[in-house]
């Protein structure tokens, strides 16, 4: 299966790396099919020059413009929505490229509220965003994901723990989130124009079977899941180097 496809779609965290740091195999793996990778990763805390960069320092030359986040494609796909005013929770380093984008990032009255991990997330950041949202702003939440792995078998709090304290102040009725990251279509369908490719041609290698499992599959795009239970790694689907 792996193989035989055109394009193959790479989650970073528990696959390439745990908190930025780089598994065995990954270095391997990337380099052998570098013409056709594509990284999709629910990640809104970096911009793709900084895995890049991440890359780079193990050795792996890896071009920018084929790495997918849920934070930047969250921000870009607001900036081409028109949106202007907004309110976001998110690390300080998606404050500027959403300024470089053109949005005007405010504290009340936003258009629409964009919620991303947020290490400084507030119990004052939480009031503002509930109220924001009953007055009518748009919701556009990077990922659902509540957890992602970090060091030492410990878990590192994600946008969808935030997005629940947000809906349970508002009700989980009373907005519909337009949600960027896997499972939902969007990143997927990036990877893959990126790609040039269409989703039946791909293969999706993660950690997750309801993010990159479930959400590839919804989409036509084979599945291959390692870490976790399956036991397998990047190690494990190394082709033999062509003679
Ligand atoms: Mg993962």
Redesign the pocket.
């Known amino acids: 299966m792996l193989s035989a496809a055109r394009g193959v779609l790479l989650?970073?965290?528990?696959?390439i790396a745990v908190n930025n740091r780089i598994l065995p195999g990954a270095k391997q793996f990337i380099t052998r099919n570098a013409e056709r990778v594509a990284i999709v990763?629910?990640n809104s805390t970096h911009l793709p020059a900084d895995l890049e960069e991440i890359l780079a320092g193990h050795g792996v030359a890896f071009p920018p413009d084929r790495i997918f986040l849920a934070g930047v494609e969250a921000l870009c796909s607001v900036a081409q929505s028109g949106v202007r005013r907004v309110m976001l929770c998110s690390v300080p380093r998606m404050r500027g490229f959403a300024r470089s984008l053109g949005l005007r990032l405010v504290q009340e009255n936003p258009e629409a509220v964009v919620l991303m991990r947020d290490a400084h997330f507030t119990y004052g950041k939480l009031e503002r965003a509930a109220n924001a949202l009953r007055q009518g702003a748009r919701l556009i939440v990077a990922n659902t994901d509540r957890t992602?792995?970090g060091a030492c078998n410990r878990v590192v709090p994600e946008t969808g723990a935030l997005l629940a304290a947000l809906l349970a102040c508002v009700g989980e009725r009373a907005v519909e989130p337009c949600v960027i990251g896997k499972p939902c279509p969007m990143l997927f369908e990036r990877a893959c124009e990126g790609l040039a490719i269409a989703p039946g041609e791909a293969v999706m290698i993660?950690?997750?079977p309801e993010?990159?499992g479930k959400g590839a599959a919804q989409l036509g795009i084979r599945p291959i899941l390692i870490?976790g239970a399956s036991r397998l790694s990047l190690l494990d689907l190394l082709e033999p180097v062509a003679a």
């Open positions: 989650d970073w965290d528990g696959c990763s629910n992602h792995p993660g950690d997750n993010t990159d870490g």
